[in-house]
């Protein structure tokens, strides 16, 4: 049977809230699970439901009726390694619910980034929660979808006043992507029929190394000047001694500056569609 409701775990996330609206715009009957539902107030789902992932009884409240279940969650700079996660935990208490449910269908966006653990010694505890996300999911006993994406473009909406900061310099292309026209692959997925598991890489239409990338934005973004900054990594990483949240930063742009990424999404354009949005034209009306 077609998949036709959705629900969405991590809606209101930046990378979540595309992803939402494209699924709605394909005619999907999308429920909003969100701890706050103020937040979601503005997605025009079909229904917001409150949540919280690790609190069973309100997960089964918003979960009920879902033939599928999205799910856009991420290791957060405060978290430690011993955790709770919602990409491990969380995720347990999902698989749980959905197994009652018998919900058809469970997505996830990953990342191809995490592929870098072990890679020249680098060895760190977030990459490891991802790798059992993605293991959790494919033996839920549920079909699966996981899509392993590229970095998006919503990243560059994170910056520091008129600086946009690039700790060390990336080594390598990487294809970053909109991120609503991930929103438009994962509406495509969705109709797919069957029970199999299914995983496609994520990426957009242009190579840039972060700093090519980040010279393209500030040449298109027209609301401000913008200024490019290259601090040391080393300097980051020293911070992260006494900071969590600089030692997490350290590690994920250590990550993103080393990772020998390659295209491999031609199969993915081929099923899912071939992204459209350059990062010059998403510049011109980047927040």
Request: hydrophobic fraction near 40%; glycine fraction near 6%; proline fraction near 6%.
């Amino acid at each position: 049977m077609p998949i036709r409701r959705i629900a969405i775990i991590g809606a209101t996330g930046t990378l979540g809230r595309p992803v939402t609206r494209e699924l709605i715009r394909a005619g999907y009957e999308v429920t909003v699970a969100a701890r706050d539902p103020i937040k979601a107030a503005d997605l025009d789902a079909a229904s917001v439901v409150e949540a919280d992932l690790f609190d069973v009884p309100s997960l089964r409240k918003a979960l009920r009726g879902a033939e599928a279940i999205y799910l856009n969650l991420s290791v957060t700079p405060d978290e430690r390694p011993s955790g709770p996660h919602a990409e491990t935990h969380g995720l347990r208490r999902v698989i749980e619910v959905a197994r009652e449910m018998r919900v058809q269908r469970l997505a996830m966006l990953s990342s191809l980034v995490m592929s870098y653990q072990g890679h020249d010694g680098f060895d760190w505890w977030a990459f490891d929660v991802k790798h059992q996300a993605v293991r959790l999911l494919r033996e839920s006993g549920i079909a699966s979808m996981i899509f392993f994406a590229s970095s998006f473009f919503e990243n560059f909406n994170d910056r520091h006043g008129k600086k946009i900061v690039l700790p060390g310099r990336s080594k390598h292309p990487m294809w970053l992507i909109a991120g609503s026209d991930y929103g438009k692959q994962v509406a495509r997925a969705f109709a797919f029929e069957g029970d199999q598991h299914r995983s496609w890489p994520v990426q957009g239409p242009e190579p840039f190394t972060y700093d090519e990338a980040a010279r393209v934005f500030a040449a298109n973004y027209p609301k401000e000047q913008l200024t490019i900054t290259h601090p040391p990594l080393l300097a980051l990483k020293a911070a992260g001694i006494v900071s969590r949240r600089y030692r997490y930063f350290g590690n994920i742009v250590e990550a993103l500056n080393e990772y020998p990424e390659q295209f491999v999404s031609q199969k993915t354009w081929d099923e899912l569609g071939k992204p459209e949005t350059t990062l010059a034209e998403w510049a011109k009306t980047a927040p």
